[in-house]
């Protein structure tokens, strides 16, 4: 099986339970989670022998995020341990017209305060055939944009693909700052994935006549979006995800995968939600497991949406689902009858 | 900031987990809530200085009632300790074509028992601007609707505005009763809150071409039910909700402001239900609030409809949202995207 | 009030909580289910005398089962205690595109090795009105086929009418012996109750331009189904029941009764699913309600569809509604307004 | 096997969860319980025709009652629906130095409002062996104590042995009126049970050197106590139970049996506490099946103590165990050693 | 009702459900608490008017730690908000010979980067009575040590009796530090409160013949090192509480108050512990209130045991406790037996 | 590190909620465990390469098995997976008096169903240091037994150290098998472990004035038992657990090692009990780190019942407790302190 490498954070996810706010909560449901970690598992449940790259305090807490890493198969030997925290995440679920909220507490955390010789990746890299990282990476910190860096250049020593997803969060950085640090780790970016927003909010690029608030995209002009991503930064393939949000309990799923020649769009899902977090990690994923599999653009960016839309009916960060249960989707059957 | 006093009954609101239903539960989620209660927290969720009135038993589940309210910001120091028990009302959430149950466990709580010479208006309108009180109370005996009656002569004599939430419960009393004293308590009254039912059952004022338990509302016809309303009992002001059932999950939910002059009628949301109890009085407490803060009648009631189109996705009575939350959702966000 | 002896297995249903899937969970919900003890308990709820035979193991496990039976007001005297463990299934619910997921683990159950002489059918048919029973029995194995064989010939031997769901489970027989054994056991049977794609399964009796797969069904097609089987095997009434699945999350659901003359269509409903196992065994105890009340064939499949369709806002394998509840949806009411 | 009808009221026991505090409660465990009921389920559980005479009102809350009393096999067809709640007792589990707390809430329930006419006694006695009922159904009222004396009357003119517990409960009646209404009752009874407080807060019969809130008993003494009663009210045996108070966690537990020539101690057990609510009502039941087993009184008494010593470690009112586990305590093993 | 100000960090505390260990957790019971707040609590419980005086974010995680405080009747105008993060500290419960274990996780937090300009006393302290701090605060850095200087400063200034629970943590600060600080502190104070090892770990006196890690405490040494304390450090008053630890489940407590001339020892206890975190806390209460009701020394110091007794056997850092349960076990009554 | 290999089968734990009795269960906590799967996660905990062998059926359910000791660091790479059934154990926590119950529902599980050429032992036992199993796994079946013989040869021929823990089940085999089958295997096998009940059970060689079910053990005349089970059996080694059971809630704990030349006898513990499941396995897995640290053999039983007293405060089968914690307890620290 294909080796791939991902480097981020995970983080405790605290969430009230059901869909209490967070002034009823008296117990929060603790998971874990982080755009980065959130792609591994995904790997691993498809088979791929992934591996997380992090730095996690040495405590309980540390090793009980490490422990759920290594539960749903993902390797856990390069996790460097030391520093002070494991960085927190309060999630408030929302439904209908209420939004869900998050609140971050990741300041001060072990990875955030990582140095560039805490990885030796060298050692990392052995066999491996893929990097994958995202946007929330290098927004940490410029040690962390360094480790980035790093690991970008060291993958591309060894002609291994990276792929980013560039995540932009406007609390952690600047439009401004994202466009330098994002502009210049590009160049070592093979796949660029990007949400409907991704790419105007880092580069400026823009799509017409979408009112994401409003929950109306026009598909059409993302194209454009992709091309200019591609042309632009130099990436040989860009894929965006479509969300067209009717609201917090009901969504409408699809993507476009653009390959420099054409764009491939898939299938689109109007999804019941029940949890949406970690919609577009599991995305990442499918694309990544298409692209090592070696199917077709269409069979590829199929695969990543159907993956997608499963995720979005699971508890938590992580797309608890096989490579069979998205094909089965994938080739049509998502009348969800009970399957004996 | 404005000063409100809300005068009813706060219950122990005991409920079977998830869509279980009465007879498959083992335990219950032990919360609290009542018309008027509801009203109280929500004020105070909007930073006004909302204070409670009603009599509690001495004990410590009188305390936890209490308590509740304080928790939340509400003003707690002129509640009455005394009496025999807590109101109780069990709660049964419905789903798809099932409806939620109500069987209530109320008569001789402490508030039901409670005398005329309890209360000391003359301490607990200082300062006030704003009496709400809702006609639960003075169903609940003649004792109670004499304490309403009260409590209105006295506002009234300090040029405090009242109003009043009709809030017919047929199991209380009949509709002869509830027309002849709400009749009179209507006198002292500015501003009537209603929903598409109550008009008719105590008022015998009903709207033409709708079909409540069908599920279709004649928008329009209730204009008439406000004016007319408005003329028989002298009300300032008419508000009107108008909730249309799809089923015990989906409901469209709107509302009007009828000014004497003209009906405003707000945005209507399709809504996917977490729970609609307290659904009406998230909606009074709206209201006041747009009056207490001048809006124009059409931004009242925007304001009004938008605050409980959010409580019906919160878990229990009370509408945890702030002025802020409220207000993203009136200026049109509904979409639900994650707030990070 | 008539008497109904139902015959089938009862077992420990585990369920992950909420949409958690198995992968997920760490403690299960311990519910008890089984087609033919859903129907016992459905007919208790209307208030007949409901008698359900089994075979349950002596420990403790084989306790709770019986006395959920019997908290439900089923009769459980002639219950035979014996044999080795409680067969049990795995359920994971489903959501949106993502299918519910059941996992038996029944093989070795007390019921699976119960032998003919267990059962004392002079006894249990005492004033007996109705026998049912359904497909999975005799899919457990010869000895259990024997047993039903066995109870068939009691009941004819007395006058007792005999209902059968037939209830083809893939993992426990072929088509080819299903239709041998399930052949045979037709001579017996008054009233056939199959699902869209039963009498395809086991008599190859299949309905034309529907697409189970997609959610299209043709209802028309139903009609000759219906009437097919009823010649074929000598029915006198056969009811089938009509799922459009849309999703894991939504269904359209309905059904027909063919009653040798004629085809009845219930009113077709669309559902928001809190749990549709046991879906079909409420249709099927709701049709035998209607039959014991004589009531008229419309209004038989009507109360049916009405029954079936409130079971799957409900948690658990088990039909947890009165009579009354039925009338009332049956009525026109299923606009879900809280009934205070 | 013997039938013994027991009367009495049947409560909701609502409880926060583990050692939470009434105020930190936001969950409460629902279970039913009452002295009564508590011990017909105890007779069931040993096997033994347990039939519980009450009235329940007609709503899902007494439907839910009358299933948990059907669930553990008691005999619920004599049960009188009507009225208008069912009473309520909030329960918080002490601990250490901590007692535990009961807040009643039964006034007004269905069987405090039952009249003399709603039982039919001649019917209720059919075959009966023996009719159990205890101090607190008299102290609800007037009306209870004529039903109460209605019962006693018609039992012994069957010949039904009687037994009553004096369960004396300061909250309900004063000790005088307690002393006139039970001594009246005493006639027509057989069997009195007792705790260590019950013979001198009804009869004034005190017991010398013993100090029950310093948790010292002087065991000698309750012989005296035991033979003082016997002789003033003409029972033919009397037992009392002795428990010392450690703590609320840990207790010392033990009882005698006089039965007019002698008294029978029991062993003694230092028990670490689950739950002591019930304690005498499985005592009274042990009492009974021993009695109605022909047991010798050190059989008897050893019965008795070692079922309700049993009942300490289990959750809610309920006594859940059955005979072979109470003779296995009573023959000597206490270790608590894996039973696998 | 005397005014009590309090200065210092609530926490949110996060623990596993009953006895399980971290690396176990997947949900973490969320409560609120720390050393200073939960004296807060206690006063306020037994009707002080209680002031907490600290800093919160403004998030909604901020909001419900105010909310906690709010609920319990805690004075919270005073409360600053600001800063970036809530306080964490994690719990896990130990038994028997397995310890509790606690990982902080409060770097950052708001009250931690506090300034001195942040509070106004002169505005606080109006009408105050008494000022309460613990030796954590200035411990969690030179900006928090100047607060509780300036605090210090300003009670003396006005004549406020000022207490301090010396709480020394190695975690947060060197012992050289501590002395120190805590050092120039003492002049402030009129009333010492510490534990077993404070005195030793802040001031280097040490009790003879104690073995604090073995459970075995030396009474009477502790008189010499109250003494020694007060002459030092010139406090009026010291206390010492006196925990023998069995082991996790079960602990010996006393105490002792030495007024300058003499040494009151309260009773010992025996706990059987649910919950011992704010075990001291609870103390340093009850002593503050003994104070400010005028009680005789030996009455202040066997009320505070036997207060800080209770909190053993309360889920959670807050003494859920009134005065009167705390009088009643002083006045012997420990015997846990029902309060009905 | 060392690398140790376990063989023997996990099982599903389903366990009712705190002290629930089965037939009050409503969920069950699932948690997996089984004699040797408890060893091998003990010895991950301390850092041991530890590698379970077994088979595991494919679904979800084997799946979960699967996770749980991959979870805990445990090598998953050599599980074989296949058949048809993960087996199950019920447990029913017992209190005080009240005994815990196992009941079995392992029958038909892939383990038991597992052939000798499922394992290829030249490859699980590559690198290997250590082998372990108990006398659970001959008792499932021959052709367990045979698999067992395999490994014991093949372990042998390579030179790894061979331990057994005799396990004594007498619902899985007769006494006389037992004797027959584990004397054979006996000769591969270096260290013996036993309770105090299984050498008499299998070999015949009982204990002088010993009452394991009054709880009283003759320590000394252990050291005769072991002596005896060494000659008789040619065990290197013999190490035997001491329980004395003062009840479901209280045991006391100790154990010896007998060389050849001398025995070891540990320190007594008190043991306050939250979970005594695994008590037995993770002694074995302290002894077997006590054997691979070349622990002189007093340090070795020390270390071996400190991990076990441990475990016995712990929820669950396994014992998660670092080498850390075992040293800490081991060198004295019982008290429980809270570790902050």
Chains 1, 2, 3, 4, 5, 6 share one sequence.
Not at 36 to 43: G, Y
Not at 192 to 212: K, M, P, R
Not at 255 to 269: H, I, M, R, V
Request: proline share 2%; hydrophobic share 40%; with cysteine.
């Amino acid at each position: 099986m294909p080796r791939v490498i991902t480097l981020g954070e995970i983080m405790l996810r605290l969430a009230p339970q059901g869909y209490n706010r967070f002034v009823q909560a008296t117990s929060l449901e603790a998971t874990y989670g982080g755009a980065e970690a959130n792609v591994a598992v995904s790997l691993a449940n498809y088979g791929i022998a992934s591996s997380f790259i992090t730095k996690l305090p040495k405590h309980q807490i540390g090793d009980a995020a490490l422990n759920e890493l290594r539960r749903y198969g993902v390797d856990v030997q390069h996790i460097v341990r030391g520093g002070d925290r494991l960085g927190i995440y309060y999630l408030e679920k929302g439904a209908s017209q209420r939004p869900s909220l998050v609140i971050y507490d990741r300041a001060g955390s072990s990875m955030q305060k990582a140095e560039v010789e805490d990885f030796d990746w060298a050692q990392i890299f052995q066999d491996a055939d893929w990097f994958h990282f995202t946007g929330i990476s290098p927004a940490l910190g410029d040690n962390v944009a360094a480790i980035c860096m790093e690991a970008c250049r060291e993958a591309k020593k060894r002609g291994i693909t990276v792929s980013c997803d560039l995540n932009y969060r406007k609390k952690l950085w600047t439009k401004e700052k994202a466009a330098r640090v994002m502009g210049e780790l590009a160049q070592y970016v093979d796949i660029c994935i990007a949400n409907e927003e991704d790419a105007n909010d880092i580069f400026g690029i823009s799509s017409e006549h979408s009112d994401v608030v409003g929950g109306q995209l026009n598909y059409k002009a993302y194209q454009k979006v992709a091309a200019q991503l591609s042309e632009q930064c130099g990436f040989k393939k860009v894929a965006i995800t479509l969300r067209s949000s009717i609201s917090a309990s009901d969504n409408k799923w699809a993507a476009l995968l653009y390959t420099g020649q054409q764009s491939y769009f898939s299938k689109e899902y109007k999804i019941h939600i029940v949890d949406r977090v970690g919609g577009g990690d599991s995305f990442s994923a499918g694309l990544i497991f298409g692209e090592l599999m070696d199917y077709a653009p269409q069979q590829t960016i199929e695969f990543a949406v159907a993956a997608s839309c499963l995720k979005h009916s699971i508890e938590g960060d992580l797309n608890h689902v096989s490579a069979d249960e998205v094909r089965k989707l994938m080739d049509g059957d998502g009348s969800g009858r009970v399957s004996r």
